[in-house]
């Protein structure tokens, strides 16, 4: 099992260095409070990686595990073509596989400004009991 965890970190990190790579913020699982108010004044930009459910599949010995990447941008024109690419640069990770994406505009609090958000669906295979 040893071995699968490391493949799991390992995964977890290219998955992290690579959005880094963007230039922009990448938070784990949520943005905390204080850091969302810097983004309220400068306008948001920035990933949050959340590792999501673990569950069966139809092989005993391989688990599949849900990886959403979310994609906060403000005031980007080319934000689709910006997520294409991301998309094409995860799919070359090793055992990681796009499913989806799914786009949403968030109202801000108390403003009439908006927050384009892409939630960036992705799966991995958990080999156990190797």
């Not at 977890?12 to 309220?40: G, H, R, S």
Request: glycine content about 4%; hydrophobic content about 35%; overall charge negative.
């Amino acid at each position: 099992m040893e071995k699968t965890f490391e493949k799991m970190k390992e995964q977890k990190q290219e998955i992290y260095d690579l959005l880094a790579k963007q230039n922009i913020p990448v938070f784990e699982d949520e943005i905390a409070q204080d850091e969302e108010i810097d983004f309220n004044e400068n306008g948001y930009h920035f990933f949050v990686l959340q590792m999501g459910e673990i569950e069966p599949t139809n092989q005993d010995r391989i688990l599949s595990q849900v990886i959403d990447v979310y994609y906060y941008s403000q005031y980007l024109d080319d934000l689709d073509e910006k997520v294409v690419n991301l998309i094409a640069d995860l799919r070359n990770i090793y055992g990681i596989t796009f499913q989806r994406t799914n786009k949403l505009r968030v109202q801000l609090k108390d403003t009439d400004q908006y927050v384009d958000q892409v939630m960036i669906s992705l799966r991995r295979k958990i080999p156990i009991g190797c």
